[in-house]
């Protein structure tokens, strides 16, 4: 994970340090115009205004190439979610057939152990009500075992994804902050 996690912090400060190199740029394009325009034969509204439609064309450009670095960003992001993913296929395998295998013995001791018990009940004799009485404490112990179980699985094996998820959220947050940092600074 601090392989997909590195490789995309290299992409953002790489991205920064881009952008910063634009911003320079920008700086440097508006004090030529202004040098070439001076040397023009023209009122200076009329340089103003050229000034002003050359850095409007020039942002309009930036601001699509902003779109795209955002759009970029959410692009790294599920890739490396996906890296993740492709990472722990076992592990999230193992999960999976977990939950399933618990929602199967759920079923089947609902359709069909509980039937048996209860025939069996009925073939010993036992009286009715003892008989409820007894089907109703197995109901309510096989279901607190599940649940006890169902619990654990969920403590221990899901919570370890959702803490990687966590962990690749947070990384992500941090980078986005710092990128909207650097992009209100001139």
């Known amino acids: 994970m601090n392989k997909t996690i590195n490789g995309f912090i290299k992409a953002m400060q790489q991205r920064r340090e881009d952008k910063e190199k634009t911003m320079e740029n920008i ?3 508006k004090e030529e115009l202004a040098i070439a325009l001076s040397s023009v034969e023209l009122d200076e509204g009329t340089k103003v205004a050229v000034l002003k439609s050359i850095i409007l064309k020039v942002n309009d450009a930036i601001s699509h190439s902003s779109l795209k670095e955002k759009l970029g960003i959410m692009y790294d992001y599920e890739k490396q ?3 993740l993913l492709k990472e722990y ?3 999230i395998k193992f999960v999976v057939n977990l939950q399933e295998e618990l929602r199967k013995e759920r079923t089947k ?4 152990s509980l039937k048996e018990v209860a025939e069996a009940l ?5 009286d009715n009500d003892v008989a409820s009485l007894w089907i109703k404490e197995l109901v ?3 279901t607190s075992s599940l649940d006890i179980s169902s619990n654990l699985m969920d403590e221990n094996v899901t919570g ?3 803490e990687l998820k966590k962990m690749e959220k947070s990384e992500l947050n941090k980078l986005v902050e710092s990128e909207q940092k650097n ?3 001139p």
């Open 122 to 126: 009925k073939e010993a004799q036992v």
């Open 183 to 185: 992009s209100t600074t």
């Open 160 to 162: 370890i994804f959702a």
């Open 27 to 29: 700086e440097e394009l």
């Open 81 to 83: 979610y996906l890296a």
């Open 109 to 112: 001791f609902f359709s069909e």
């Open 140 to 142: 309510k112990s096989y």
């Open 89 to 91: 296929k076992e592990e």
